[in-house]
């Protein structure tokens, strides 16, 4: 998993892909360098660790040259070293490549190319893309790297440049993301869009099986027949500081801060409170197929399967169909049992996870009508589902999800009004009520963001714990988990989450005085099992019970007997309720990593976009 940057046209290069990297350091972080044609000849630069650590060596010694590509790695085949950081180039060291994908066949190719007398300089299976293109040189760019890729099986995005062709740079797509950047006299590969926005707003989405080539005809895409196919220029307007942090220390904080914008637009043109209905924004699921369907199964990974989990209660609750909800990492292996009447949602922010998109690729397979509960839209998933329902919560840069999760909730329960109201399990009266409290839901938000500093003194008092857990009940079971991976990803404290029920069948073992246990305690049907729970874990003999922070409903004085810290939110409709507790959750995450220094917006060991296995 990594990030793309390519760059024809009259400026210096090196700043551009810098720059361009930068956006798109958040698919991966271990290693970057840049390839830039200088006075004729191809010059390479490559830097393990950050980003920065490049740009300071551009700034020491700039390399001149208006024609490059760059890349920022996260290893897959490989350590994190200099030699395996991209560019990689290929026998006669006048072609270069950057690339993000597996290379599955790459021992079988790299077996053959060394018995022909190639001789690879790193672990990768990236180089082997380098050597194989240069192996079918013979003075035309584009028409090499066709016939390459004949012999590669894989998924990939890779970018291509030949210092005997310095009017070309080749871009291809089978699997992984690129986009084209058209501009005035200049153009742009990238992995994503972001990476484009300080130079162009006009874009060009690739499919797969595209080959690009950028250079001073503009930008020309191809099939790996030659044929060339129309050029679909897409206006973005995505305003470039919104990728910024916008005054605030890190991406997390000033996410979990634009919630109330993010769900704005999430929610936006969506509850119509005139006409008492949902319009969900494609026309491509029809009601008449809503209708059909028996039965939802829910694919995602990691926060946004939790959002799937909570999409779990809330459709079965407002639509009454039986929803299952699969980690996509593992229904990808089973053999499902799905028909043309399952809808299978994709939940994804970056709409590029690997085992969601492979999860979602096997339910097409099998006929059932597929649904991209996505953020970024012009992703691959957002373009292989049947009908999307956007998030529009807008660039997420931290690791961490926070309003994308959010937004992913609420798409949920847009959902459920709507399927509950075609399917009749939900009356009027109810959609009425639900569709006002969903009108209400950024305002809300808002509120409960003024509890900042309450949070920020409670992880004062709890950041040097070494274990954590999180109890929840009913829709807030998944809130629970949600909260314990925020904590885990950002701080590195180990954090646990049950349903509460499920403490004394074997976790409530673990309790001493050294683990704190965060509640989610708030108005709720099971709110007086949620205090019996905690009770319970209290009242053990011989066992000490570590502090006991619930998260609870304003206005609940009795809370305050069975616990011994309280974070009060605002009150709210139990179906909302897993957004508004999510966010003391978030900063409680937030707050204890930036006390322990922790790396918050680029936790270790992790990346953005996950997209390979
Ligand atoms: O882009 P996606 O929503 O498909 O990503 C899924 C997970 O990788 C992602 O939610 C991950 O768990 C986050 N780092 C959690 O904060």
């Keep these: 998993m990594c990030g793309i940057v390519g760059y024809w046209g009259a400026k210096q290069a090196s700043d551009v892909l810098v720059g361009g990297l930068r956006r798109l350091e958040y698919r991966g972080y271990d290693s970057a360098g840049v390839a830039v044609l200088t006075g004729g000849a191809l010059h390479i630069r490559r830097e393990v660790g950050k980003l920065q650590a490049l740009a300071d060596g551009l700034?020491?010694?700039?390399?001149?040259?208006?024609?490059?590509?760059?890349?920022?790695?996260?290893?897959t085949h490989g350590r994190p070293t200099t030699y395996n950081a991209h560019p990689h180039t290929d026998a006669s060291g006048r072609l270069v490549v950057?690339?993000?994908?597996?290379?599955?066949?790459?021992?079988?190719?790299?077996?053959?190319?060394?018995?022909?007398?190639?001789?690879f300089q790193s672990d990768t299976d990236s180089e082997v893309l380098a050597h194989l293109v240069g192996s079918c040189y013979g003075g035309d760019l584009p028409a090499a790297v066709r016939h390459a890729l004949q012999q590669v099986e894989g998924t990939y995005a890779a970018a291509f440049l030949h210092q005997d062709h310095p009017d070309t740079i080749v871009g291809v797509r089978h699997g992984a993301p690129l986009v084209a950047g058209v501009g005035e006299q200049e153009s742009f590969l990238a992995s994503d869009v972001s990476a484009l926005l300080d130079h162009t707003r006009s874009v060009v989405y690739l499919d797969d099986g595209n080959l690009v080539q950028i250079g001073p005809e503009g930008v020309r895409v191809s099939d790996l027949a030659d044929n060339a196919l129309p050029l679909e220029v897409h206006r973005v307007d995505w305003n470039p500081a919104a990728a910024e942090k916008a005054g605030f220390e890190h991406f997390m904080?000033?996410?979990?801060?634009?919630?109330?914008?993010?769900?704005?637009?999430?929610?936006?043109?969506?509850?119509?409170?005139?006409?008492?209905?949902?319009?969900?924004?494609?026309?491509?699921?029809?009601?008449?197929?809503?209708?059909?369907?028996?039965?939802?199964?829910?694919?995602?990974c990691g926060t946004a399967y939790y959002a799937g989990l909570v999409g779990k209660y809330v459709l079965e609750e407002l639509a009454r169909l039986p929803v299952e909800v699969d980690v996509a990492s593992e229904f990808r292996y089973r053999r499902p049992v799905l028909d043309p009447e399952t809808l299978v949602i994709a939940i994804s922010q970056s709409g590029e996870t690997a085992d969601t998109l492979a999860a979602l690729r096997e339910a097409k397979r099998l006929g059932?009508?597929?649904?991209?509960?996505?953020?970024?839209?012009?992703?691959?998933?957002?373009?292989?589902?049947?009908?999307?329902?956007?998030?529009?919560?807008?660039?997420?840069?931290?690791?961490?999800?926070?309003?994308?999760?959010?937004?992913m909730v609420a798409a949920m329960l847009v959902l459920g009004v709507h399927l509950g109201q075609v399917r009749t399990t939900l009356s009027d009266a109810d959609a009425a009520g639900l569709i006002r409290?969903?009108?209400?839901?950024?305002?809300?938000?808002?509120?409960?963001?003024?509890?900042?500093?309450?949070?920020?003194?409670?992880?004062?008092?709890?950041?040097?714990?070494?274990?954590?857990?999180?109890?929840?009940r009913g829709i807030n079971y998944p809130t629970a988990l949600e909260g314990a991976l925020k904590l885990k990803e950002i701080s590195y404290i180990h954090a646990?989450?049950?349903?509460?029920?499920?403490?004394?069948?074997?976790?409530?073992?673990?309790?001493?005085?050294?683990?704190?246990?965060?509640?989610?305690?708030?108005?709720?049907?099971?709110?007086?099992?949620?205090?019996?729970?905690?009770?319970?874990?209290?009242?053990?003999?011989?066992?000490?019970m570590g502090t006991v922070i619930a998260v609870a409903t304003e206005g609940d004085?009795?809370?305050?007997?069975?616990?011994?810290?309280?974070?009060?939110?605002?009150?709210?409709?139990?179906?909302?309720?897993?957004?508004?507790?999510?966010?003391p959750l978030q900063l409680l995450a937030y707050d204890i990593a930036r006390i322990l220094g922790k790396d918050i917006?680029?936790?270790?060991n992790l990346a953005k976009s996950v997209t390979v296995e």
């Design 59 to 75: 700034g020491r010694a700039p390399l001149e040259g208006s024609v490059g590509i760059g890349h920022t790695r996260w290893a």
């Design 98 to 119: 950057v690339h993000n994908g597996i290379i599955e066949n790459y021992m079988a190719l790299k077996e053959k190319l060394q018995a022909a007398g190639h001789v």
């Design 253 to 300: 904080l000033k996410e979990i801060h634009e919630q109330p914008a993010s769900l704005t637009n999430t929610l936006g043109g969506r509850l119509d409170q005139a006409a008492n209905r949902i319009h969900l924004g494609d026309q491509r699921l029809t009601e008449d197929t809503l209708r059909g369907i028996r039965r939802v199964v829910v694919v995602a």
């Design 368 to 407: 059932c009508p597929t649904l991209g509960v996505i953020n970024a839209i012009g992703s691959t998933m957002g373009r292989e589902v049947d009908a999307v329902l956007a998030l529009q919560s807008g660039p997420e840069i931290s690791v961490a999800s926070t309003k994308a999760y959010t937004s």
């Design 437 to 472: 409290d969903l009108k209400h839901l950024p305002a809300l938000v808002t509120k409960t963001l003024e509890m900042a500093p309450k949070v920020r003194a409670l992880a004062e008092a709890f950041a040097l714990s070494q274990n954590f857990l999180f109890l929840g």
């Design 496 to 544: 646990e989450a049950y349903a509460a029920g499920e403490m004394k069948h074997g976790p409530i073992a673990l309790i001493n005085e050294a683990m704190p246990v965060l509640a989610i305690a708030t108005r709720s049907a099971t709110y007086d099992k949620m205090v019996s729970n905690i009770q319970e874990a209290r009242s053990r003999k011989g066992s000490a």
């Design 557 to 583: 004085i009795q809370i305050a007997h069975h616990v011994d810290r309280v974070l009060f939110v605002p009150d709210c409709p139990e179906l909302l309720s897993p957004i508004i507790n999510a966010i």
């Design 601 to 604: 917006d680029q936790p270790r």
